[in-house]
């Protein structure tokens, strides 16, 4: 476990900023409750210079697949994105690809908009979780050049993703990027308690997405196609967690973390200090998100570099 100890005046300005928007009575438990995110129009997303965006149609949803003009075809990054599975896409995942890319040195980025609660609950984001990995096997993706990228709900899904395959006795993608992911949809960790009061965005209520229960609905919460922290993590890809000290989820990647661990997984777990729930949203804006963005280039290599590593050795 890392533990980044000093945390940056501009990242505790944002936090403060963050709890004070959310205390608000109407706007706040608009957003603790994912209201407003539900209801967010956004303006067109403008694609970076020399990339393309198609959109891929599916099963049952569709995905963004973003492509560099001259691509790195020897990575590619699956990103589930966040929501608390009741927010769909938007722009700030289009931009979570667009860096994922760029730290890639080119690599392409598939984004699932899958589909949501509560017209939509379990198991609807895993089973399109599960199409889109197919989709890129199909395209002719090894599951060793696949990345799963999530932050909060997509980081769970992630990790759900890979407890099916698993089962399925199917290999496993090559790496799992997890930004404050939500693992524990009964909310029973000890930060739940401890970081009540301190979390800026979803503290000081039971009226938020960490306790809503849309998506499972009557299914088994402790079902680790659901809680992925409930499953076993044994044969797991490595593993990058990163979490803000402050979040009510924080027992979510530390249970997460020191199981898989337990379990003979390689994993990277940094917590950083006062940070919020996705903090990483903030790009290179502050110290914090910019330091977690530099974990994930590295972290990219790795996987990279095992893969490379491991094709050698089976050729010699």
């Known amino acids: 476990m890392i533990t980044e100890n000093d945390v ?5 300005i944002v936090r403060e900023l963050i709890a004070r928007f959310t205390s608000d009575n109407l706007i706040g438990r608009k957003i603790k409750s994912g209201e407003l995110r539900k209801k967010l129009v956004e303006p067109p997303w403008k694609c970076p210079e020399h990339y393309t965006m ?5 099963k049952n949803c569709q995905a963004e697949l973003l ?9 590619i990054v699956l990103q589930l994105h966040g929501g608390g599975y009741i927010g769909a896409m938007r722009n700030a995942y289009r931009s979570f690809a667009g860096l994922y890319s760029e730290l890639g040195k080119g690599i392409p980025v598939l984004t699932v908009d899958y589909r949501v609660a509560p017209e939509h609950p379990y198991p609807a984001a895993l089973e399109d979780a599960i199409t889109a990995y197919n989709w890129l096997l199909a395209q002719g993706w090894q599951e060793k050049e696949i990345v799963l990228g999530g932050d909060s709900a997509g980081g769970g899904l992630a990790m759900c993703l890979c407890m099916y395959l698993k089962k399925q006795n199917r290999p496993l993608p090559g790496g799992l990027i997890a930004m404050s992911p939500w693992t524990d ?3 029973s960790g000890e930060s739940y308690v401890e970081n009540y009061e301190k979390d800026p965005l979803f503290g000081n209520t039971r009226d938020s997405l960490i306790y809503n229960k849309d998506y499972v609905q009557h299914e088994d919460v402790t ?5 992925p922290l409930f499953g076993s993590f044994k044969g797991f890809p490595p593993m990058l967690i990163q979490v803000g000290s402050y979040e009510m989820l924080l027992s979510d990647s530390v249970s997460v973390a020191r199981k898989a ?3 003979g997984v390689k994993v990277r ?3 950083y200090e006062e940070m919020f729930h996705v903090f990483q949203m903030a790009m290179l804006l502050l110290p914090e998100s910019k330091k977690a963005w530099a974990e994930v280039r590295k972290f990219l290599e790795i996987v990279r570099e095992e893969k490379e590593n491991n094709d050698s050795a089976y050729r010699s």
Do not use: C, D, W, Y
Request: net charge positive; proline share 6%; hydrophobic share 35%.
């Open 269 to 271: 777990l940094s917590i």
């Open 8 to 12: 940056s005046i501009r990242g505790r």
């Open 261 to 263: 661990k337990e379990q």
């Open 54 to 58: 198609k959109v891929i149609h599916m």
């Open 67 to 75: 492509e560099a003009e001259h691509p790195n075809n020897n990575q």
């Open 223 to 227: 079902n680790p196609f659901i809680s």
């Open 185 to 187: 949809l009964t909310a």
